[in-house]
DNA sequence: TTTTTGCATTTTGCATGCAAACATGACAGA
DNA sequence: TCTGTCATGTTTGCATGCAAAATGCAAAAA
């Protein structure tokens, strides 16, 4: 083994075989994500697996899966539908959050690497571009994958996961689209503050800004969804 | 409908109809807690489905629903495999857990019914019994029960599934066996102290005694998980 | 009119079949 | 003796078929 091979070897990505199931998966979530496929709609098997170009097998497998992240909803004998948007099952999923995320702000500032952090703080400056050009969309990518980021930044692999499988549906929830201007900015100097605590590496300041950012994130969350519950 | 006749419909119980899928689960489920099924064995499909009376499309789902859980590792293309005990992931899911439980003695202390505080000392006292009996398969069923019972009377159903399903993981682990009569009375006067804090309503008291009894907990289980991993 | 019943159609849940991937082991060549 | 190749049987991944359940709707009964 030459050095070059090893390299070389090194750069070489495996061949990319992803089981279907998994594939279907991505695709529904993105769906879901999307809102291409709406809170309540029917996922009828025949037409979507057709749709996708696989068989029911695999796609039926997405939709257990899916079911137990709690993106969508298995009705016994008459299908999958997409979860609705609960009110109070985002409220009680936010709750969790944040006793994951004080332990996230704890951990990070204890074990994550300079590297890690350097990471975010990219992000970090990359949602303020989003935020400077008034770019909600790109903002709220940034502003997920700054959180996720940080999830992982504390080095414990089952906190990231739960932590994400949580996250992926108050995601769904559209709370950005209404979101005042002075709001926007109040969050974005949390941020702010949230970098500077990680970066000084300060576990108790970071778990309490990143309580009381969850606290405001809360709230627009729940007010996005309440007038959606009251008119169904 | 007279009211003779709506009191009889009323107390009919629906026909209990589970699909297959999830029937395999509680199986598998139960055979890995057991012992049944070691870390590591290979789970042949045909075999088990033979052996399960159902044909292998639902048990490959339930396959990939245990593996969502942790306790299933899917090879691709190479089948499945009773997922391993590696100090490191249980290491890690107890201190998610830790997280969760300081939220969960919080709430308890501020939601939890009065009644169902009683059912959490009714359970206390079983244990209680159990461990005046030596009898340790008897205290650990109570133990568990005890303690989802607490994280149910949170009253917030997200943190009680994402606790329980983090608790499946540590669950295997038989820490119990090997645990001193020393260690086991400490446990004990521990789970007074939480018994006495939570009919006191004081969360922060039941907080960090929850944290206490965790670490205690945590260096039992990790204790009984290294000579295993030193082993192997 | 409103409710109930029966029937046709659709859809799900599960079993089975088939091709591709993998494991095993014998054998040839170094 | 060791390494690599190939043949063979096994196992997985997925597609498909079939029976049971659910749905929709029209006709009959209340």
Redesign the pocket.
Known sequence: MTPAKSASIASIDPIERR???EAAIDRLRELIFQGELTPGS?????LLAQRL??????L?EAFKLLAAEGLVE?L?????IVAQLDAVRIGETLQVMGALEALIGELACRQASDASIDEVRALHFEMRAAHARRDLAAYFRHNQSIHLRLAEAAGNAILAQTYRQLNANVRRVRYMANLSAERWDAAVREHDAILDALSMRDGERLKSLLSEHLAHKTASVLAALEPAQAAA
């Open positions: 089981p279907l199931h029917r996922l009828n098997e025949r170009g696989i068989s029911r097998t695999p039926r298995l016994p004998n008459r299908g999958a």
